[in-house]
C-alpha cells in the first residue's frame, strides 16, 4: 500500500523525531482528511478551506513513542508549532 509519502519527508520526520524516540525504530499511524472529520476534526488548507479530497493524507506518531521528559515537551511543541504539526486529543478529551 502506498503511503503517499516519499523517502524525503519520511527521512525528515525520522532526523527530526530521532531525539525523542524512545527506540531506534518509529510507528506511524496515517489519517485521511475523511478520518480526522469522522473524529470531530476538520483539516483546513493554508486559506482556512476545508480539505475535502479524500487522499489528503497526515501523519500520526502515538505519544507513548516519544520521550517527552525533563524539558523535552517544550522544546518538541514549539518544533511541532514550526512544522505545523499539532495535538490529536485523546479519546473521551
Known amino acids: 500500500m502506498s503511503t503517499g509519502y516519499g523517502t524525503v519527508t519520511l527521512d525528515f520526520l525520522y532526523n527530526w523525531l ?12 496515517q489519517y485521511s482528511a475523511n478520518d480526522l472529520r469522522r473524529a470531530g ?14 487522499d489528503d493524507l497526515f501523519l500520526a506518531i502515538p505519544e507513548h513513542q516519544l ?9 518538541f511543541e514549539k518544533e511541532c508549532r514550526a512544522v505545523g504539526a499539532f495535538w490529536l486529543p485523546r479519546a473521551g478529551e
Open 67 to 75: 520521550d517527552l521528559s525533563d524539558g523535552k515537551r517544550e522544546q
Open 41 to 54: 476534526f476538520v483539516a483546513v488548507d493554508d486559506e482556512g478551506a476545508p480539505l475535502d479530497a479524500p
Open 18 to 29: 530521532r531525539v525523542y524516540m524512545m527506540t531506534d525504530r518509529l510507528a506511524l499511524v
